[in-house]
């Protein structure tokens, strides 16, 4: 789509290119933002120009940068480049999966970026809810905060990002890229967008973490010391808040075939 109202683009290549104009909006790979009109946004500052790391792993973990392309991230997963021992990483290409977008879109959407857009199917979202992901942000003052990607959230296509913040990084720990982990997702239509996506893993020490979107207008991450039997969980998944009607599927329907895909897993994860 032409953006009509657009006057001005910038490359950001230091962090002082940060900070926007009014009318200025941050752009990473563009493909929610090119789709619809943006008339209050007279002006693009481009992220890209940072030449941020797509991925790096350490000892620690994997620091996702903001402006990783989703392709990118599932080839690194699919191709071996991950290390054997971060057996969780298997969910990545199941995430990538539950966004209803093409290999086009993949190329050129940013992980970042659908985080950011926090819509309540984000795929990425789920991935970074099931892996206990860390968002790394950028504050305008030069600063940083951090806080988990599931409460970055506040709602289906919100979030807690203030004016000029920018989100630089999602981190994953090693010990959830350790973790037995698994993606169950389930859509009205063949090809529709996600209408409940449940994760769920078991790390080195034996508690669990199951995580809900899609289904919910913020993640649910819902942990127990152990693999919960399956009246807790079921239990748990459906005292859950924020089930949600729309078009695409009503509150209890979400509510309930959460509660299906938490139980296969459980089952999956059992064995």
């Known amino acids: 789509m032409d953006i009509d109202t657009i006057r001005s683009y910038r490359r950001a290549h230091t962090r002082d290119d940060l900070a926007l104009s009014e009318g200025e909006t941050f752009l990473a790979g563009g493909t929610w933002l090119m789709s619809e009109p943006q008339p209050d946004t007279i002006g693009f500052v481009d992220l890209t120009a940072l030449d941020w790391p797509a991925l790096e792993a350490t000892d620690e973990g994997l620091r996702i ?6 392709a990118h991230l599932v080839a690194w997963a699919e191709t071996g480049e991950a290390p054997a021992e971060w057996t969780a990483t298997a969910i990545i290409p199941d995430a990538a999966n539950a966004l209803l977008a093409s290999f086009k879109i993949w190329n050129t959407a940013t992980v970042g970026g659908n985080v950011c857009r926090s819509f309540a199917a984000a795929s990425m979202v789920a991935l970074a809810t099931a892996l206990d992901g860390v968002a790394v942000v ?75 979107t899609a289904a919910t207008l913020v993640p649910v991450v819902l942990r127990y010391p152990g693999l919960p ?20 599927g009503p509150a209890d329907w979400r509510r309930g075939v959460a509660g299906v895909l938490a139980e296969r897993i459980r089952r999956e994860l059992e064995t």
Request: aromatic share 4%; charged share 20%.
């Open 65 to 70: 940068g903001a402006t990783c392309t989703i």
């Open 138 to 212: 950028w504050t305008p003052d030069g600063g940083e905060r951090r806080l988990p990607v599931a409460e970055l959230m506040t709602g289906n296509g919100t979030n807690s990002l203030g004016r000029g913040e920018v989100l630089r990084a999602i981190e994953l720990p090693a010990r959830a890229l350790h973790s037995r982990a698994l993606l169950r997702k389930i859509a009205l239509a063949e090809l529709g967008r996600s209408g409940a996506v449940v994760t769920g893993r078991v790390d080195a020490d034996g508690s669990a973490v199951f995580g809900i």
């Open 229 to 248: 039997d399956t009246a807790t969980l079921a239990a748990d998944v459906a005292a859950a808040e924020g089930y949600y009607s729309d078009p695409l």
